[in-house]
């Protein structure tokens, strides 16, 4: 083929690439909006909070605090119930429970007999009566034995003087024994020491008889 024939021969058009489009500047694989401004750049103004935003969430701040020192305090509570040790039943037959001191018939007439355990006296008055009295001194607490010479309780720290019924015969002693409740069941004499009776002196309603 000649030189003319070559130059007449129609090259392809060019196809023009269109460059891709530029990318915003920023760290790779952070979104733009998320990076902080770099040096030179205006920094984005923040979102507007819109001001009844602001006490509710103070609100609801709150309110989530207050429930949570309520569910802690419960929680503690429970621990505290399930840890302490539990308080054991008054035991009968101990201080504190029922003591069985015996049949009636046992405690004569006048005479006093001695519930070490129990930490009271089983008084058996005169004319038949029941009395269950504290050996607790009612000046200071001292343990007041049963003198039975003298038929009278002596207290050894500052001789305070009772009598059968425990009545104070010499102070310093303010107040008659306390009593603790007598009752008979089928003739066998009970005394609860759970319960104290206060008195000043001794009452004729204060004996159980059989
Ligand atoms: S404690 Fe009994 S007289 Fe003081």
Known sequence: MSAKKRKKTKE?????????????????????????????????????????????????????????????????????????????????GAFGGVITAGPAERFAPDTVTAFRQGHFYLARLPDGGLLALS?????????????????????????????????????????ALDLFPVSLVNGIVKVDTGKTIRRQRFEKSQAVYP
């Not at 952070?30 to 609100?59: K, L, N, S, Y």
């Not at 000046?139 to 034995?145: A, F, I, R, T």
């Open 135 to 175: 050996r607790k001194c009612t000046h200071l607490g001292c343990s007041v034995p049963w003198v039975a010479e003298e038929k009278r309780f002596i207290c050894p720290c500052h001789a305070s003087v009772f009598d059968i019924q425990g009545n104070v015969a010499n102070p310093p002693a303010p107040r």
């Open 12 to 92: 392809p058009p060019r196809v023009e690439k269109t460059p891709p489009p530029a990318q915003a500047p920023g760290v790779e694989g952070i979104p733009p909006a998320v990076q902080a401004p770099r040096a030179g750049e205006t920094p984005r103004p923040m979102e507007p909070v819109h001001p009844a935003e602001t006490p509710r969430r103070d609100f609801l701040g709150r309110l989530w605090k207050i429930l949570g020192i309520v569910a802690l305090l419960e929680f503690l509570g429970v621990g505290l119930a399930f840890l302490a040790p539990k308080r054991e039943a008054k035991k009968e």
